[in-house]
């Protein structure tokens, strides 16, 4: 079993930055990627970021050279880091872990507006 618990939601102006934070607990050995996922209101849940065990990430096209995604083995925390949001990148964000199953974390919103 994994735990994910994120931080770091809220709302931001347009062209701001945020940074989200996701902490793993449980059997976190067996974790080979973690990542964020978002879902807009209506839409379906998408990929946002996502980076392996051995630092190696990938990114939506929506979002590619605005976030950050990073990896602290030690800590056993990812993190995401927004910057150049707009209002499209309004969505809750959820922290993923995969070890053959998919974990979730609750859930924090971001809202990007003026």
């Known amino acids: 079993q994994v735990q994910l618990v994120e931080s770091g939601g809220g709302l931001v102006q347009p062209g701001g930055s945020l940074r989200l934070s996701c902490a793993a607990s449980?059997?976190?050995?067996?974790?080979?990627?973690m990542g964020w996922y978002r879902q807009a209101p209506g839409k379906q849940r998408e990929l946002v970021a996502t980076i392996t065990s051995g630092g190696s990430a990938n990114y939506a096209d929506s979002v590619k050279g605005r976030f950050t995604i990073s990896r602290d083995n030690a800590k056993n925390t990812v993190r995401l880091q927004m910057n150049s949001l707009k209002p499209e990148d309004t969505a809750v964000y959820y922290c993923n872990a995969k070890t053959g199953v998919d974990y979730w974390g609750q859930g924090t919103q971001v809202t990007v507006s003026s």
């Open positions: 449980g059997t976190i050995l067996s974790i080979y990627r």
